[in-house]
């Protein structure tokens, strides 16, 4: 595999954030300055480049992925407990926007993307909820309009994960982290797995997706599984995978592996000008500069 990153990093320095902060995900830039981003032991976290970090929000049900919606609210992927999307207020107030389809729940939300329009897409894998909880027969993407209704985008995936727009919104690109159980043993044996890859879907005006095909095969008996996913302004997409943060050409074409202190589960492009790309490994958040602003959540 290539690993020539010199179009992408401008150090490829590493810089420690926060540590000691449980099982670190969900990172999220805000414009007023700030990074948020989730304990998956339960809790939302804020931090300021000049305050440190703060607990604001317990109790978050295994909050996972978050976004903002289009009025700059958080939007959060919570997978246990009532295993649902939310949404929180300035004011903390949380609501529930979706909890189940056709009346049944929902597997495992785990992260989320709003589109400029106000529809929000999410990924519901289910492998790992225990088969007598799961209710539905499939592990989808589901959207919500801006009425509040909610479809199925697609029953395309085996196990979707990260989520991310092209930059111009008409390509849905999904990480698939597995198939099924076969592949925790694998990568318990240090197996290559060959079911981790991207599929890419074409996004339709009413939130449908077409056209599914595989747009990076990220095969790997590496540590880590496609996870976590981004887009910089001219296409490139960043998603967490086998030993880091693999960046693709829209072509499909692999132009390396941001390799860091431990793979992240997930990233966030950040800062004023979205050119820092924060990461969420183990217990930790660190962040990495790169040359091409990214594709911020609001």
């Known amino acids: 595999m290539p690993d020539d990153l010199s179009s992408v990093l401008e150090t490829g320095e590493h810089t420690l954030i926060a540590s000691g902060m449980g099982r670190t995900e969900g990172p999220l830039w805000h414009n007023e300055g700030y990074l948020t981003f989730v ?32 009025e700059g609210r958080l939007l959060m992927c919570e997978g246990a407990d009532h295993r649902r999307v939310t949404r929180m207020d300035a004011d903390g107030s949380v609501t529930t926007i979706a909890e189940t389809y056709q009346g049944k729940r929902f597997h495992k939300p785990n992260d989320v993307v709003c589109r400029s329009d106000g529809t ?10 225990e088969p007598e909880l799961r209710e539905m027969d499939f592990y989808g993407v589901f959207s919500i309009s801006p ?30 982290s597995r198939l099924d159980e076969r592949c925790f043993e694998e990568a318990e044996t ?26 990076c095969d990220m095969s790997s008996a590496e540590e880590g599984v496609p996870d976590g996913m981004k887009v910089d302004i ?9 030993g880091g943060i693999w960046v693709v050409e829209p072509t499909g074409e692999i132009v390396g ?18 050119r820092t790309l924060y990461t969420t490994p183990g217990d930790s958040v660190y962040s990495v500069r790169i040359k091409t602003p990214g594709i911020g959540a609001s």
């Open 190 to 215: 240090g197996a290559v797995c060959n079911h981790r890859k991207i599929r890419a879907f074409d996004v339709a005006a009413d939130g449908s997706l077409s056209n599914n095909r595989v747009f």
């Open 120 to 129: 929000v897409f999410f990924t519901d894998p289910g492998l790992r909820l």
């Open 39 to 70: 304990d998956l032991n339960g809790r939302l976290l804020r931090w300021d480049p000049n305050g440190g970090g703060t607990v604001i929000r317990e109790n978050t049900g295994e909050g996972n992925g978050c976004t903002l919606d289009r």
């Open 257 to 274: 592996v941001i390799k860091g202190p431990a793979v992240p589960r997930n990233i966030a492009f950040g800062d004023a000008d979205l």
């Open 234 to 242: 001219s296409g490139r997409v960043f998603c967490v995978g086998s």
């Open 147 to 176: 009425g509040g209704e909610i479809q199925v985008a697609t029953d395309e995936c085996e196990y979707p994960n990260g989520l991310a727009f092209s930059p111009d919104e008409s390509i849905l690109y999904v990480a698939i």
